[in-house]
């Protein structure tokens, strides 16, 4: 037999945490030491976010990423200036490491330190 009462709060909760996001600090720089960056990463319930990022050099970059796994996530970056790249990242539900690269410069960061 089913349960309404389990079955109605699962409902409400799930509703109610549709819109959850969790947003997390990002720092990073160009592994040959030539730009630093900060910006953020959001993270949504459905496993997909965005990162968005500001250089020492003004370089504005935008990215959407998905986790590929519990821990892992990829996504891809666009940048004011017509820079493009991959990037990948780690985590561990509230911080984490990455890399990728812009027009073949490589970068790493990390988020939520």
Known sequence: MIDVTKLFQTVIVAGLCAGC?????VKGQATDGSETFDGKAT????????????????????GNFVYIT?????????????ASGPFRFVSTGTRGTGSGNLNGKQFTFTFGM
């Open 21 to 25: 996001t969790a947003t997390a600090a």
């Open 70 to 82: 519990y821990r892992d996530g990829e996504g891809t970056f666009t940048c004011n200036d017509g």
């Open 43 to 62: 993270g949504y319930v459905d496993g997909s976010g965005t990162l968005e990022i500001t250089s020492s050099r003004g370089r504005v970059c935008k």
